[in-house]
């Protein structure tokens, strides 16, 4: 069994930062590409950042220069730093990671965290 919890969400004006944290844990083998999303009231969820086990990231156009997502694959955990938060950043974030996994065989599936809440107030 594999688990993400996140970390770090909160309430911050516009204009300031938050990082969010996420840690894998479990009987990990590997862990490929890793992600954060979110998904505010009402709408779908979206795709905010990816990043892959090499570190190859990729952003949505309506983050790009604000976001940066990181990874410590040593500690099965992935980041997002977010500053200039705007009030439409509020939404509830969640991170994923596409897993190896024991026990044997191996198996490779992807696995979602419970979210955090992240409110920027004007």
């Known amino acids: 069994q594999v688990q993400l919890v996140e970390s770090g969400g909160g309430l911050v004006q516009a204009g300031g930062s938050l990082r969010l944290s996420c840690v894998a844990s479990g009987r990990i083998l590997s862990i490929n590409a890793m992600g954060w999303y979110r998904q505010a009231p009402g709408k779908q969820r979206e795709l905010v950042a990816t990043?892959?086990?090499?570190?190859?990231?990729n952003y949505a156009d309506s983050v790009k220069g604000r976001f940066t997502i990181s990874r410590d694959n040593a500690k099965n955990t992935v980041y997002l730093q977010m500053n200039s938060l705007k009030p439409e950043d509020t939404a509830v974030y969640y991170c994923?990671?596409?897993?190896?996994?024991?026990?044997?065989?191996?198996?490779?599936?992807?696995?979602w965290g419970q979210g955090t809440q992240v409110s920027v107030s004007s």
């Open positions: 994923n990671g596409v897993v190896l996994s024991m026990p044997l065989p191996p198996r490779m599936d992807t696995y």
């Open positions: 990043i892959t086990s090499g570190g190859i990231t």
